[in-house]
């Protein structure tokens, strides 16, 4: 089975550009995450979807961060404009709806210059 | 506020032998634990889960251990490959409002030596 697949792996902007990062979950996995793991920290949530609904977007920066979920499938993260601060490893995960487990993705690692 | 964190940030150990990372949780409330490991650029991989009716679950050459008194968490990891070289990080389920949240710990790097 295809794990989840995240484009592009790695991507260097200058602060106030902006960016947008593709994930595509696993087969018939409802549930869709998107966290950010900054430099020696574990992975922080930023949105959760269920479907094409937002489930939990409560730690997401919504002044400079957003994200769809159009179709139900594969979602964008969006970053506009980007800050220094923001350079992170951006993880994608999905899971089953009603089960725990959830699957990363390799990441996108973004540098902001 | 509540959080997952790690007593030990790197650890070293020779291959062969047995490794034990250990994590503490704050949230009583947790139901559901899991480790992840992750290699230099990758992602985290899925390694072991227990949920908080378990005190113990194994895997292959992993045993996850729960103590709900003293909400202390470990994965030991048996006769340890250069492979198991990573990052690992235990994270506790928050469930908020019925949904899952995994909260993640800062992580603690093994390294073992041939």
């Known amino acids: 089975e295809a794990g989840v697949a995240q484009s592009p792996r790695y991507k260097i902007i200058e602060k106030r550009q902006s960016v947008a990062f593709w994930c595509n979950p696993i087969?018939?996995?409802?549930?869709l995450y998107w966290y950010q793991q900054i430099l020696g920290q574990g992975p922080k949530l930023l949105i959760q979807?269920?479907?094409?609904?937002?489930?939990?977007d409560s730690q997401l920066p919504k002044d400079r961060f957003s994200a769809e979920r159009l179709k139900g499938v594969d979602s964008t993260l969006k970053i506009q404009p980007a800050k220094l601060e923001d350079s992170a490893v951006y993880l994608c995960?999905?899971?089953?709806?009603?089960?725990?487990?959830?699957?990363f993705g390799p990441g996108t690692r973004l540098t902001v210059l | 506020g509540e959080s997952v964190g790690l007593h030990l940030p790197t650890l070293s150990v020779q291959e062969g032998d047995n490794s034990i990372i250990n994590c503490a949780y704050s949230n009583s409330a947790s139901d559901y634990f899991i480790w992840y490991k992750q290699e230099s650029g990758k992602g985290p991989q899925f390694i072991i889960d227990?949920?908080?009716?378990?005190d113990k679950r194994q895997g292959q050459r992993v045993t996850v251990l729960l103590n709900k008194t003293v909400k202390h968490l470990s994965l030991q990891i048996a006769a340890t490959q250069p492979g198991d070289s990573a990052v690992y990080f235990c994270?506790?389920?928050?469930?908020?409002?019925?949904?899952?949240?995994?909260?993640f710990g800062t992580g603690t790097r093994l390294l073992v030596s041939p």
């Open positions: 227990i949920r908080s009716n378990m």
């Open positions: 087969s018939g996995h409802a549930t």
């Open positions: 979807f269920q479907n094409n609904g937002v489930v939990d």
């Open positions: 994270a506790e389920n928050m469930r908020d409002t019925g949904f899952q949240k995994l909260v």
């Open positions: 995960a999905s899971s089953l709806v009603g089960r725990d487990t959830q699957y």
